[in-house]
């Protein structure tokens, strides 16, 4: 159906009572938000109107894209300390990370629904002068409003795989007049901005590159080496992080596979969203294995440990320190995969399965270096793992190639801190650098 910006408020509007259904049942799933319900509306009783100077808007939707602004915001914060920061997002994980990286020194909100009036009221009440989209959170009403009243758009770490391009291409007028009110595309490869100039024409496309490459691997390795000494002693470590729906099973029937020849593996599993921490915890004790939840290994002996759930927010990095081959979720069921980038830059080998569109161009980097590996399902992860485990040296090598793969992707943070001060106004950081093209 070919859409304009009015077709889709309309439609908007039309799905309004689904939309009041789902905001229920997010406050009955999650009471802590019941107090914050209004910001979905665009109201803000407890948070205090824009202050003397207008704030400039980091928005990522959730906990990967906060975690992926990070270093940047930060960068921001460092360059421009009188410039007050409004950090926003629309999920309950991706709030609680923004409070425990920056506490008080940024203020906000969850994101309003993109309706008119929630948009409005939301601009009215904060002032930006700028907002800055990650990835690829683009709604239309947000951004049309924003333009109307000359506040500055820059989509920062954009990317688009060749799914949504189809998909907005198909839209109609909707997302080439959207692009055209964006002051600028910073993409993260030369493929997402050429996917993004054939389906809008953006005052500008930037390839800045991946900013998920400069991310802080804070990491106490001497804690995370005791952890594992006291879990798993010196037996071989596999981790399954951020497994999405549907997946678990199929970590299960690897992990089974691979015990039958090497009982002495152990796997520590990350699920990607806190709901299912408990069911997945259940599904391994059901097929006999021992497991212990990480919000409770004081009351676990630890030599009887064979799977660890990491059943809490923020300890993704440590997770992975406690092991030797890391598998990423969201790629044996057809979700895009997780971030791939973070188990590199730890020096892991990185198997995947074949759903990889959300990390493609990085993907394709890793692979051509010989830091990943693609598995088709189940029993192919388990062959994959067990010729890794007795292959030391192929083990070493993806590693290396792995960090040196991260070390090459870094630097898109001081580009992109570029971008957005030129919408600023400002001049003070380069945007452009080998390999980084643009496009007026």
Known sequence: MKVN????????????????????????RHPALRTRWLEWTGRFPHVPAQPPLRPVIFHAVSLGEV??????????????????????CSSLTGSQRIQALFGERVRHVFLPYDFPGAVGRFLDHFDPRLIVILETELWPNLIHHARRRNVGVVVANARLSERSQRRYAGLGSLVPDMLSEIDCVAAQSAADA?????????????????????????????AARDLRQSLFGERPVLIAASTREGEDAKVLAAFSRIRQSRPELALVLVPRHPERFQTAARLFEAAGCRVALRSKLDTHKPSTVDVLVGDSMGELLRY??????????????????????????????????????NFQQVSDELLRNGAQLVVKDAAALADCVCRLLD?????????????????HGKGATVRTLGIIEQALGYSLHAVSAPGIAASQ
């Open 5 to 28: 910006r009015q077709r889709y408020t309309l439609l908007l509007y039309l799905a309004a009572p689904i939309v009041v259904v789902m905001l229920v049942w997010k406050l009955c």
């Open 67 to 88: 975690h992926a602004a990070s270093p940047l915001i930060e960068a921001f914060m460092t360059a421009h300390p009188d410039i007050p920061v409004l950090v926003t």
């Open 194 to 222: 050429e996917r993004f100039r054939s389906i809008g024409r953006p005052a500008a496309v930037i390839v800045t590159g991946n900013l998920k490459y400069d991310l802080d691997l804070n990491v106490d390795r001497k």
């Open 320 to 357: 992975y320190s406690l092991a030797d081959i890391a598998f990423v979720g969201g790629s044996l069921v057809d979700t895009g995969c997780q971030n791939i980038i973070e188990p590199a830059a730890l020096g892991l080998p990185v198997l995947t399965g074949p759903s990889r569109y």
């Open 391 to 407: 292959d030391e040296a192929a083990r070493i090598a993806m590693a290396q190639a792995a960090q040196r793969t991260v070390h």
